[in-house]
Every structure is written in structure tokens, then in C-alpha cells.
């Protein structure tokens, strides 16, 4: 059985009982939840344990066997109060989330790496791994920054989110993920796009805001991708197209998902990552 997560961004104008109704309906087994904003003006629809919406949301997801996979998305930038966040993360946490998301935001490396260790620290008391995601337009663009700041910050609970847009728009190859320690690489999030990257920094982010492509309907290396992860990690799906009905676009991503995945073997793939362990 093929056991995928639904990342919100896939539907982020649906409430999340909403979307774990829409995602339970479409066969999904988790869902992400944007519980804080990735910008400045954007959706965001946290709970805080103990108030009537928060019991409501965890009695959904039992009902519908749906898991919370993970919330997002913390942006660390150079004025971040981490302490702020520990409502969030306790809620994400009640509800049984794995991991909180994280950009880096901050072009002070080392300030930069000392908030994301800051944010393991505090994840760690709820029982939440930090997944550094890399965004071509953000300070940490590709995935050797992320990986030199989850190396160098040191915590056990410290990883890297493989974004197969992200990966690709930044010039980075699913090999270059070998030599990464399996336990950097907890979650990965599918999608397809054209062979060609948009020209500009405001079309590369409307691409990856909302001109996704359905897994295997592009040009992007998923194959490769998957063969290069650890067969454990979890993937889930984030694929916004705002010209799709929400739930019509939510099916979608599901089955053009798991006809790429189906009868394909998840490869054990080593290599020695003494350098970066």
C-alpha cells in the first residue's frame, strides 16, 4: 500500500478539516498543515491545544485516518523569537505531527545556523524533527547550504526537506543526495514541472506557488529522485494549481502520484557520507 502525504500548499485555501476531509476522500494518508505564514500576507490556520477547534481537528483525523505529517513554515530570519513558536509546535505535536518545516531567510551563516540549532532545541521538547527546506529565491537556495546548516549545527533531530522542484531549479541532482546521512533525509515532496526553468526570480517563485505539474506529467528527474532517498522517507505531494477545483486538483495529485510509484522498488542507495556525517 502506497502511504503518501498531502502537503497544504496543494490546496492551501482549504481550512484543515477541509483538507483532511479532501485528502482522506482522495486515498491520502497524512497531511501537512500551514501553521504559520510563509509570507508576510499569506493563509495560515494554527489550533492551540486545549480549545474547542484544536479537540475538533485531532477527533477529524482519528475519524478519517488521517495523519498530521508535519506544520510549517518557520522562516528564520535574522529577527526570529524561537521561543515565540513553542504554541505552534506544541499543537503540531498533540496532533501527532513528525516534523516542523523551516526556510532560512537569514544571509548571516552563522547566525542562521545557531537559530536553526535554537529551533531542534525547542522542537526536540515536543518530540519534532526540524526539516530545512531550500528555496532558490531564499538565503538558503540549494541543498549544499542546507545541508553545510544542518551539519554544522549538530542536533539529531536536524534534516533536510527534498522539494523535487526546488532541487531541480537550483541546479542540484538527486546523485549529489548519496552522499547525505540517511538520517537527513526524513521527507520529500513530489511534484513535476517543464524541462525549462522560468527565467526570473518572480516567475520562479510563481512556478513553485502555482504552476506545478502532476507527478510524472513534467520533465523533472522523479525517478532519479527516488531512487536516490532512502526508502523510508516519507513523501508526500505538493502540487498547486489554482485553475483545478480544490478537490478535483487534491485527487489528481494522489493518482498521477501513485501510478508513478506503483511497481517501482525503492532502491537501497549507499555511498559513504563519512564527510558530512
Not at 508526500?236 to 522498488?265: C, K
Request: hydrophobic share 45%; charged share 25%.
Amino acid at each position: 500500500m502506497i502511504r503518501l502525504g498531502l502537503a497544504h500548499l496543494t490546496a492551501l485555501e482549504l481550512a484543515p478539516s477541509s483538507l483532511v476531509r479532501e485528502a482522506a476522500r482522495a486515498g491520502f494518508a497524512a497531511v501537512g498543515l500551514r501553521y504559520i505564514p510563509a509570507t508576510s500576507d499569506g493563509p495560515a490556520y494554527p489550533t492551540a491545544v486545549g480549545t474547542e477547534a484544536h479537540r475538533t481537528l485531532k477527533r477529524l483525523l482519528a475519524g478519517e485516518g488521517v495523519r498530521v505529517s508535519d506544520i510549517e513554515l518557520v522562516q528564520l530570519t535574522p529577527d526570529i523569537d524561537i521561543a515565540a513558536l513553542a504554541d505552534r509546535l506544541e499543537a503540531g505535536a498533540d496532533l501527532g505531527a513528525a516534523s516542523v518545516i523551516a526556510s532560512g531567510d537569514d544571509p548571516d551563516q552563522a547566525r542562521l545556523t545557531a537559530r536553526f540549532a535554537k529551533l531542534c532545541q525547542l522542537a526536540a521538547s515536543f518530540g519534532l524533527r526540524v526539516e530545512l527546506e531550500f528555496m532558490r529565491w531564499r538565503a538558503i537556495g540549494n541543498l549544499w547550504q542546507a545541508a553545510a546548516i544542518v551539519r554544522d549545527a549538530d542536533q539529531s533531530n536536524g534534516g533536510i526537506l527534498v522539494d523535487a522542484l526546488h532541487l531541480t531549479r537550483s541546479g542540484g541532482a538527486a546523485a549529489e543526495l548519496l552522499v547525505l546521512p540517511d538520517q537527513w533525509l526524513r521527507s520529500a515532496q513530489l511534484c513535476d514541472a517543464t524541462a525549462e526553468s522560468p527565467a526570473t526570480e518572480r516567475a520562479i517563485i510563481a512556478e513553485a506557488r502555482e504552476g506545478r505539474l502532476p507527478p510524472g506529467d513534467g520533465a523533472l528527474p522523479l525517478g532519479a529522485l527516488l531512487e536516490a532517498l532512502p526508502a523510508d522517507t516519507n513523501l508526500s505531494v505538493e502540487m498547486p494549481m489554482p485553475a483545478l477545483d480544490a478537490r478535483e486538483r487534491i485527487a489528481m495529485a494522489f493518482n498521477a502520484t501513485r501510478h508513478l510509484l506503483e511497481g517501482r522498488p525503492r532502491a537501497t542507495r549507499r555511498r559513504d557520507c563519512s564527510g558530512w556525517a
